[in-house]
């Protein structure tokens, strides 16, 4: 008999709900995905989030194993089970009450988390950041979304409105960022800044480069491409650095599509950061790439049911 504990992992994105029943151990027996639309209401993301996690407690009673709980990585700030605000790109996803709505649905544990924090907490259970303890987690996309583990937990300050690591200054009379503020990280180091860049320096047309074109075009050794790229990375390394120096990680896990780009990325990412760090706070430190790609999420957020539920 199958003694293992099990959990409904659920990673609600912009698009799409994903699902998985995920063992303690890291094993999926099950996963996939359901569509939102890019204009779903706050009920039809709710009912997707719900027939998703149907799905899975269907395959759990196939399989007869035990669940022991439903975590939840949900864009914007999250705090106690309840979706606050701040997820832009969901309509009218504020105030959602996913632990008293799904825990009564299901009548099982429900357990929720911002949607990077959640796939920090996955990297940290199942993936390039196993066996550590303290881990600064950045993912690298169209914005810079980041996690905190301190101690095997999330970390994310005063009722878990904090860990926006894509949003710390690197230049106070910087560029605008989407946040409202002036000179951030995301602002110079997401893809999308990457792409703006390497657009502008090389006079393409900036809807027909995406990082895969830039990547391929730093391995031919293209003059702009690798300008960019190491501007980009030697910006990541900085933000880093400062990461480093406060919380003094065990592990900095790089995620996010550019992110497995190749080994390549993380070693000028890696050097950037070491340049500037205090040697002291970086004695126990290593830079490593994530390791779960699109299953991050799901195994997360069954990972926050694992570490909170005995
Ligand atoms: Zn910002």
Request: hydrophobic share 40%; with cysteine; net charge negative.
């Amino acid at each position: 008999m199958n003694k293992l504990r099990y959990a409904v992992g659920i990673d609600l994105g912009g698009t799409f709900v994903k699902y998985a029943l995920v063992s303690e151990v890291g094993d999926i027996l099950l996963d996939g995905k359901l569509p939102i639309g890019g204009r779903a209401s706050k009920d039809d993301t709710l009912e997707a989030i719900k027939s998703s996690i149907q799905m899975v407690m269907e395959k759990a009673k196939y399989e007869a194993v035990d669940v022991v709980g439903i975590g939840i990585g949900s864009p914007g700030i999250v705090c106690d089970g309840v979706v606050v605000g701040g997820a832009d790109n969901l309509i009218a996803w504020e105030n959602i009450d996913l632990l008293s709505i799904f825990s009564k649905e299901f009548n099982l544990p429900v357990l929720a988390d911002n949607d990077a924090n959640v796939m920090g907490l996955g990297e940290v259970a199942f993936g390039s950041a196993k066996d550590s303890t303290d881990v600064i987690f950045l993912t690298v996309g169209t914005g810079i979304g980041g996690a905190i583990v301190a101690d095997g937990k999330l970390y994310g300050g005063y009722k878990n409105r904090g860990a926006e690591m894509g949003h710390v200054t690197i230049d106070h009379k910087g560029i605008e960022c989407n946040c409202g503020g002036r000179g951030c990280l995301e602002a110079y180091a997401s893809t999308t800044a990457l792409i703006e860049q390497y657009a502008k320096l090389s006079g393409k047309d900036v809807e027909a480069i995406d990082g895969h074109y830039i990547v391929e075009k730093f391995h031919e050794g293209e003059k702009e491409a690798v300008q960019c790229m190491q501007e980009h990375t030697d910006y990541l390394g900085h933000g880093i650095a400062g990461f480093i120096n406060t919380f003094a990680p065990q592990k900095v896990v790089i995620g996010g599509g550019i992110s497995e780009a190749g080994q390549f990325y993380i070693d000028l990412i890696k050097k950037s950061a070491f340049s500037y760090v205090m040697p002291d706070c970086a004695k126990y430190t290593d830079v490593v790439g994530a390791t779960l790609g699109n299953n991050a999420g799901c195994l997360g957020a069954a990972s926050l049911i694992f570490k909170n539920i005995d």
